[in-house]
């Protein structure tokens, strides 16, 4: 059974940056490809980034792109989000999921296990 806790979440300015965490149990985390999801008041949850089982290759959505940076340790069964130039709009509750498939994928659907989410509020 995997089990997933995000933090790092909570209230920033505008302009301003945050770095989650999102710590994952079980001897597999390497196994996995680790997503970022997000999903605002009122809307569905939307992809935000994604890193392969490696760490070698990274994926974003273009409302992301350039802004945040996903990374990953396997010692440390950890992967995190840096996000930089916090925008209004990034105000959402954030989850973290592991997907078993070999492959990015950017449906939630797709996702194996997910963790309960850390609230990031961005002020204007």
């Known amino acids: 059974q995997v089990q997933i806790l995000e933090s790092g979440g909570g209230l920033v300015q505008a302009g301003g940056s945050l770095r989650l965490s999102c710590a994952v149990s079980g001897r597999t985390f390497s196994s996995y490809v680790m997503d970022w999801f997000r999903q605002a008041p009122g809307k569905e949850r939307e992809f935000v980034a994604a890193?392969?089982?490696?760490?070698?290759?990274?994926y974003y959505s273009d409302s992301v792109k350039g802004r945040f940076t996903i990374s990953r340790d396997n010692a440390k069964n950890t992967v995190y989000l840096q996000m930089n130039s916090l925008k209004s709009e990034d105000t959402a509750v954030y989850y973290c999921?592991?997907?078993?498939?070999?492959?990015?994928?950017?449906?939630?659907?797709?996702?194996?296990?997910w963790g309960k989410g850390t609230l990031v509020t961005v002020s204007s």
């Open positions: 890193i392969t089982r490696s760490g070698g290759s990274t």
């Open positions: 999921a592991a997907d078993q498939s070999i492959v990015i994928n950017t449906r939630a659907a797709a996702m194996d296990y």
